[in-house]
């Protein structure tokens, strides 16, 4: 027969530690082999022609000649090293006599061991065991529940026993294993099986023999498919939590929440919600069928392409049939399904609309929060073979609560934004007015990133004897609180306007509020009542500005030639802030000039700095505001250079494009604190109204000018200036050195005085005073036809 020596095979065995001895029928030892030798030290020499007894320990019964077990343990003497435990047995002769082997006792114990490892993990039915050479043949293999492929395939090539893409480098891992020694520990791999793509933990281990020459390589195959099926739902799980956003948009929300579920559970994915969720109201409590009110608002496919006639987003839900499906996730449980199901449930003449082609298995979830459904979640298997089992069920369900919230938080935001946005659009005035002193157009624009609704304004108010007030300013903090603080300065500043204060004695009164709101305010919410403002009153009769800022950026002036420049007007500080005076500026405004006035927002836009924010506004300014051009046009494109995804304050512009007076409309008058300036006050204004046409308005704005000269003759001294204004009727404006407050009051029947105020109120549309560092006017309106005296 063939003979080999020493092959990889053998020595696997280690055949060389087996001693053997040959017994004559006596007992007497007659051959005696190398390992023998090697075993106890002893030369055939030694031993040969002596019985087998003398070589057992003195302590040790022997086993006696004829009577010598099958096998057994022995305590044999060694030569030099005291004794040896050994495992015997032993093989009759024929004519007489046996054969008896021996090895070690430690060694035949390694032996049993590894011969029952081996058989252990060949009948683990959850192990799949394959045995390598050195050239990576399979020497054996098991394959648990047929899982692993290939369990006949001995002495076949590896990638015979393993198949799919990861083959070649599952032999490169082998061959590493063989030349290195090390080990490899759970390794995850996939393999094709009869029962499909399952997901395996690999470990190898090198083969060596007594001797240490290494022989081959044992790989052991554990099925992790459903640790790993647990991995990537908890991971699906992290994914959602970290990929749903924070956005207080429902859409951008859903739109995140289909990009978590494809390709992570399906292969396609919907978001409907309820119409009035994307209103920010609450969603009514729905049961059955009939029309449900629902808009797809997101979708995504692993493919990218949406599919030729379903539904798309932005499309509102056709009425659906009654189902116990549908009312399960009306009620707010997530089901499972197979296409047949889900045919059932939306109707054969809508399959189309609702059904992708493939779609065979379907998972429907409710986006449910705080008790309310606000819409749906259904996810598509059409590529993937397995259908939705109940852990994919759940794990749905948990995703779906989690971004839930998120669309709830969005949609209460939007709730309170909208009420703001209202509350702010009754707040504001007219975006656009035009008046005799300018034309006006305001803009406001809210912040993005869910920021909302602020405390930005602007107003126009327009004040006697043509004059008008510009207000711009900006309230601390976001959203009804500060909207809410927001009106209340605006209405003081609208009543405090009307006493005709200086912009910086106005704003004096206004700090006084905020300390006052402040003081009202809770200790947490004290530091952040506060805001910056700006207000300019303009003359068109001396085309002069008068401005004062509390902590506002400066306004900007376009000239009718298109120089554009900020006004250098000292800020002082913020509203709320106290303890300085705020210091007033008067320029001149050409005709036709731009005023504008803004907050922050829009010269931080992008995150720019004050200096480059500024600068960019004031070359917009020269390049939008063109002679005639309208000022809404002009609001609408500095505002649309606002990127709406980066702005993070509000803005708020106001535009003013001024007019004057022409000369021939006002003539005015000094005369000094004598009694006989009143006549010439008289006949002054009476050339002057003949002049203009107006002799219907002789006899009463005589009287008028009469009873103011006099007055201020008697009270305040000289000089008096008198001034007429002819604009849309008749302005009277009587001037005099004295602060003293005017008094309304009624003379009694014996009373030699006290008529001439209440005989100007009888014969004026309204009248008025003044205040200035120069004394006080008193000024009066009548239109072309006056009240009578009655």
């Not at 298995?361 to 590529?383: I, S």
């Not at 006050?681 to 000269?709: C, N, P």
């Amino acid at each position: 027969m063939d003979t080999t020596t020493d092959s990889a095979g053998d020595r696997g065995f280690c055949l060389d530690r087996v001693a053997s001895v040959v017994l004559d029928g006596a007992g007497t030892v007659t051959h005696w082999s190398a390992a023998a030798t090697d075993l106890l030290g002893l030369s055939a020499s030694d031993v040969v022609g002596r019985p087998v007894t003398e070589l057992l320990v003195e302590d040790q019964e022997p086993p006696g000649g004829p009577g010598l077990p099958p096998g057994g343990r022995a305590r044999l003497r060694h030569a030099t090293q005291g004794s040896v435990d050994t495992v015997f047995r032993t093989t009759p002769l024929d004519g007489g006599g046996c054969v008896v082997l021996a090895a070690p006792a430690d060694t035949a114990a390694e032996w049993g061991q590894g011969v029952a490892l081996l058989r252990a993990l060949f009948a683990q039915d959850g192990v799949g065991v394959a045995v390598h050479d050195a050239d990576l043949k399979v020497l054996s293999v098991n394959a648990p529940s047929g899982r692993l492929p290939g369990a006949d395939a001995v002495r076949s090539r590896l990638a015979e026993v393993v198949d799919g893409p990861d083959a070649p480098s599952f032999r490169a891992v082998l061959r590493e294993v063989m030349e290195t020694g090390n080990a490899v520990i759970d390794r995850e791999q996939s393999l094709s099986t009869p029962d499909g793509d399952r997901a395996v933990g690999q470990c190898a281990f090198r083969l060596d023999d007594a001797r240490g020459v290494p022989t081959g390589v044992m790989s052991l195959f554990r099925d992790t498919t459903e640790q790993k099926r647990v991995r990537d739902h908890l991971e699906l799980l992290r994914d959602s939590a970290s990929r749903i956003s924070a956005s207080l948009d429902a859409v951008r929300v859903a739109e995140d929440l289909v990009d978590v579920l494809v390709p992570g559970l399906g292969d396609l994915a919907t978001v409907e919600l309820h119409e009035s969720v994307l209103a920010g109201d609450e969603p009514p409590r729905m049961f059955g069928g009939g029309k449900q009110h629902l808009v797809r608002v997101a979708g995504a496919t692993t493919t990218g392409d949406w599919p030729d006639g379903l539904l798309t987003t932005g499309t509102s839900y056709p009425p659906l049939p009654d189902n116990t499906g549908l009312r399960a996730v009306q009620g707010g449980a997530a089901i499972t399904t197979d296409r047949v199901g889900a045919v059932r449930a939306v109707g054969p003449e809508q399959e189309r609309l609702f059904i992708p082609d493939g779609g065979h298995a379907l998972a429907v979830a409710p986006l449910r929060a705080r008790g309310l459904v606000l819409g749906l979640v259904a996810v598509w298997r059409t590529d993937r073979p397995e259908a939705f089992d109940e852990d994919e069920r759940v794990l749905l369900t948990e995703i779906c609560s989690r971004a839930a919230l998120g669309i709830d938080n969005a949609r209460r935001f939007a709730r309170e934004h909208r009420a703001a946005v209202a509350l702010q659009e009754r707040l504001l005035p007219h975006a656009v007015t035009d008046t005799l002193a300018a034309e006006t157009a305001g803009s406001y624009r809210p912040a993005s990133g869910g920021a909302g609704i602020s405390g930005d304004w602007f107003d126009v108010i327009p004040l006697p004897c043509l004059r008008v007030a510009f207000v711009v300013g900006d309230v601390i903090g976001h959203g009804l609180p500060a909207t809410a603080a927001m009106g209340r300065l605006r209405t003081a500043i609208q009543t405090l306007a009307a006493l005709e204060l200086d912009p910086d004695d106005l704003l004096s009164r206004v700090e006084d509020l905020v300390e006052q709101l402040a003081a009202e305010a809770t200790q947490e919410q004290r530091d952040a009542v506060g805001a910056t403002c700006l207000i300019g009153v303009y003359d068109p009769v001396d085309r002069q500005c008068t401005l004062a800022s509390a902590g506002h950026p400066p306004p900007a002036v376009v000239a009718p030639d298109g120089t554009t420049r900020f006004v250098d007007l000292a800020p002082g500080p913020p509203l709320g802030v106290g303890g300085m005076p705020f210091e007033p500026l008067t320029i001149e405004l050409a005709p036709g000039s731009v005023l504008a006035l803004y907050t922050d927002g829009l010269i931080s836009r992008d995150r720019a700095d004050l200096e480059t924010g500024m600068d960019r506004l004031r070359d917009e300014l020269a390049a939008q505001c063109r002679p005639h051009r309208p000022l809404n046009e002009i609001s609408a494109a500095l505002l649309d250079g606002v990127d709406d995804e980066r702005q993070t304050d509000d803005s708020a512009l106001l535009l003013a494009r001024t007019r004057t007076s022409p000369l021939w409309t006002v003539a005015s008058w000094e005369f000094p604190a004598d009694p006989a300036s009143v006549a010439r006050a008289r006949k002054a204004t009476a050339d002057q109204l003949a002049t203009w046409g107006l002799e219907e308005l002789a006899f009463s704005t005589e009287l008028i000018v009469s009873e103011l000269v006099t007055n201020a003759i008697r009270y305040a001294g000289g000089p008096i200036g008198v001034r007429l204004i002819r604009e849309n009727g008749l302005i009277c404006e009587v001037t005099d050195p004295s602060s003293t407050q005017p008094r309304l009051r009624r003379a009694g029947d014996t009373d030699e005085g006290g008529r001439g105020l209440f005989l100007v109120a009888q014969m004026t549309t309204r009248w008025g005073s003044r205040y200035s560092r120069r004394g006080k006017t008193i000024w009066t309106e009548q239109t072309a036809a006056p009240p009578g005296l009655g």
